[in-house]
């Protein structure tokens, strides 16, 4: 079946550090990669994605490269800010699998001032 | 205007108790999902529906029954609620068109469930 795996947190950071999250994935067929965020206290919104190999989504300031190869899909950010600490999910959709979306564990980042 | 909405925002109940979760999409959709958020922040879709019509019903007790009166609406209806129950419960759209494996999710802000 499909997976995805991602880095533990909590991440902690100062503001304009770098981040990166880790993010691979096992997958039956050709899947879409996404990153959603979860801000606290509310529900998850897209960050960005892509949908076949080496694309790279981008959004925010946030990237991330699909790597067919690596089965990666690793979420960078070159100067973070306070207002990135949230919740990141890294997940796939892959059309063999009835198009549900597969998360990862989420990671916490926390920024700080 | 919330483009998901989904109420209660917080419910807290006794064991064994039957509650409902509602949640309405404006945004024109197609499909809709239920996520259950656990403790530790995993999340796994429970249901999707695609105009009304059940599409993924993953390996969820018989307790919890999705109900769509039409596709703007995907309620939620647990019955003899249990201990491990307690979750956030994240509603979700999507335009369930073209290509439903790319399509983007809108979630809910979710509803903090504690069974007592």
């Known amino acids: 079946g499909n997976s995805v795996t991602q880095m533990e947190g909590p991440v902690t950071l100062s503001e304009e550090a770098f981040l990166t999250i880790n993010c691979t994935y096992t997958?039956?067929?050709?899947?879409?990669l996404f990153w959603y965020v979860q801000y606290p206290g509310e529900g998850l919104q897209l960050l960005l994605k892509?949908?076949?190999?080496?694309d790279k989504g981008s959004n925010k300031g946030f990237e991330a490269t699909y790597r067919k190869e690596t089965t990666s899909f690793h979420l960078e950010k070159g100067s973070v800010q306070v207002s990135d600490s949230a919740v990141y999910f890294c997940?796939?959709?892959?059309?063999?699998?009835?198009?549900?979306?597969?998360f990862g564990g989420g990671t916490r980042v926390l920024v700080k001032p | 205007d919330t483009a998901v909405s989904q109420t209660p925002k917080y419910l807290v109940t006794q064991m064994g108790n039957d509650k409902s979760i509602k949640c309405e999409q404006n945004?024109?959709?197609?499909?809709m999902y239920w996520y259950k958020q656990d403790s530790k922040k995993f999340l796994k879709i429970m249901f999707s529906?695609?105009?009304?019509?059940?599409?993924i019903n993953e390996t969820v007790p018989n307790r919890f029954s999705p109900k769509s009166p039409d596709k703007a609406h995907l309620n939620l209806h647990i019955n003899s609620l249990e201990l491990g129950d307690s979750a956030v419960y994240f509603c979700?759209?999507?335009?369930?068109?073209?290509?439903?494996?790319?399509?983007?999710?809108?979630f809910g802000p979710g509803t903090r469930l504690l069974v007592l």
């Open positions: 979700a759209s999507g335009t369930g068109r073209g290509a439903p494996h790319q399509e983007t999710q809108y």
């Open positions: 997958a039956t067929g050709y899947p879409s």
């Open positions: 892509a949908t076949k190999a080496d």
């Open positions: 997940a796939l959709s892959d059309r063999a699998a009835g198009n549900k979306l597969t």
């Open positions: 945004l024109g959709h197609d499909t």
């Open positions: 529906y695609n105009n009304k019509e059940l599409i």
